[in-house]
C-alpha cells in the first residue's frame, strides 16, 4: 500500500496571499494524483488530476506539479471560498486508493 | 450536471445490517466505475470499494478493513450504486460517499481516478 504525507497539516494564509501544500508519495505514484477540496457537510470536489491538469470549473488560481513521491498543490490567491481541507490521493497502485491526511487552510 | 445522492444512512447495533444507496443523474451510467469511501469522525477520506462498468467485467474491490462483510453492487437500468454492510461494527462509523470513476490509460497500466462525489450519508455504529 502507498502510505501518502501531507504537509504541513494546518496553514494558516491571509486572504489574497499563496498557499502552498505539500504531498508525499511512500514510492513513486507518476503523475497518478489528484487534489481534492472538502469542506464540512459537503461533497469533495476534485481540483486537480494528473498532478497537474484543473478538472472542470477549477478556477485557475489553483495549480498542482510534481511527479513520482513529491507533489505541489498551490493556490495563488487565496479567496475566501479557499478555506477548507485539502488531500492529496494517489491512483497509480490500487486498490487501494489512498489519501494523505489532509491540510486545513485556515484564516489567518 | 452530474449528480450523486447517497442515502439509507442511520443510527444501527453492532453486528447489525445496512444498505446504503448511489442515485446517479447527469450522465450515462453504465459508462462508468463507482466507489464508495467513508470518513470517520475526526479523520480523513478512506476508500472502502470500488466496482467496475460491466463493459470491464464488472467485477469488485474491497478495502482490506471491509472484506467479506460490504458487498459493492450496481443497478444499471436504475443508474444506483449500493453498498451493503453487513456484521458492522463502531469503527464503521462514518460519512459515507459515493464517487464516478473515471477510467484511463496510464502507459501499459490502467487507473482510475474520481472526478464526483456525492454529499454523503451518516452512518452511526453504536449500541
Known amino acids: 500500500e502507498i502510505v501518502m504525507t501531507q504537509s504541513p497539516a494546518t496553514l494558516s494564509v491571509s486572504p489574497g496571499e499563496r498557499a502552498t501544500l505539500s504531498c508525499r508519495a511512500s514510492q513513486s505514484v507518476s503523475t497518478n494524483l489528484a487534489w481534492y477540496q472538502h469542506k464540512p457537510g459537503q461533497a469533495p470536489r476534485l481540483l486537480i488530476y494528473?498532478?497537474?491538469t484543473r478538472a472542470t470549473g477549477i478556477p485557475p488560481r489553483f495549480s498542482g506539479s510534481g511527479s513520482g513521491t513529491e507533489f505541489t498543490l498551490t493556490i495563488s490567491s487565496l479567496q475566501s471560498e479557499d478555506f477548507a481541507v485539502y488531500y492529496c490521493q494517489q491512483y497509480n497502485v490500487w486498490p487501494p486508493w489512498t489519501f494523505g491526511q489532509g491540510t486545513k487552510v485556515d484564516v489567518k | 450536471e452530474v449528480q450523486l445522492v447517497e442515502s439509507g444512512g442511520g443510527l444501527v447495533k453492532p453486528g447489525r445490517s445496512l444498505r446504503l444507496s448511489c442515485l446517479a443523474s447527469?450522465?450515462?451510467?453504465?459508462?462508468?466505475?463507482m466507489s464508495w469511501f467513508r470518513q470517520a469522525p475526526g479523520k480523513g477520506l478512506e476508500w472502502v470499494a470500488f466496482i467496475r462498468s460491466k463493459t470491464f467485467t464488472g467485477t469488485t474491490d474491497y478495502a482490506a478493513s471491509v472484506k467479506d462483510r460490504f458487498t459493492i453492487s450496481r443497478d444499471d437500468s436504475k443508474s444506483f450504486a449500493y453498498l451493503q454492510m453487513n456484521s458492522l461494527k463502531t469503527e464503521d462509523t462514518a460519512v459515507y460517499y459515493c464517487s464516478r470513476a473515471v477510467r484511463y490509460s496510464s502507459g501499459r497500466s490502467v487507473v482510475y481516478y474520481f472526478d464526483y462525489w456525492g454529499q454523503g450519508t451518516l452512518v452511526t455504529v453504536s449500541s
Open positions: 447527469g450522465f450515462r451510467f453504465g459508462d462508468y466505475g
Open positions: 494528473g498532478a497537474s
